[in-house]
Every structure is written in structure tokens, then in C-alpha cells.
């Protein structure tokens, strides 16, 4: 069985491992939340950042697709016109 002398050196150790916990666990603990916050937010502005670009990109595609389909093979004409030309 239990020795009395372990008794009371189990009760003392507890009692340090409450404090530790206390003192030095639980801080560690809020200062890794308070990253993962800040993290999040700098994924989150990351990600509005890309799907505000993602959206200008688009914008163009639909323009230069637009300008395909209104004028057809005349824009192909006019870029090979454009390269062609000499530089002034």
C-alpha cells in the first residue's frame, strides 16, 4: 500500500503542479491564442487581397473577350499591324 510519508509529498506536488499550471501554463496558453488570431486576420486580409485581384483579372478577361467577339478577326489584324510598324 501507500507509504504515509508519500501521502503527504503527493498533496505538496499537486499543489506545485496547480501553481506551475497557474503561473506559467495558462499565459503560454493565451499568448498562443492571441497568435493564432493574429494570424487568422493576416490570412483572412490575404484572402481579400486575392479575391479582389481574382476579380479584376476577371474584369479584364470579360473586356478582352468582349472586344474579341465585337470585332472578330480585325483585332488580329490590327495587333499584327501594331508589331509590325517601326519604332519612332
Do not use: H
Not at 486576420?41 to 479582389?52: F, I, L, S
Request: overall charge neutral; some cysteine; charged content about 25%.
Amino acid at each position: 500500500m501507500i507509504s504515509p510519508i508519500l501521502v503527504p509529498i503527493l498533496g505538496i506536488s499537486c499543489g506545485l503542479l496547480a501553481i506551475f499550471g497557474g503561473v506559467f501554463v495558462r499565459p503560454w496558453f493565451k499568448l498562443k491564442e492571441r497568435q493564432m488570431e493574429l494570424e487568422s486576420q493576416m490570412v483572412a486580409e490575404k484572402a481579400a487581397q486575392y479575391a479582389a485581384q481574382t476579380e479584376r483579372l476577371e474584369q479584364r478577361v470579360r473586356v478582352l473577350e468582349r472586344i474579341v467577339t465585337d470585332r472578330g478577326i480585325a483585332v488580329a489584324d490590327e495587333i499584327e499591324r501594331l508589331r509590325d510598324a517601326p519604332l519612332n
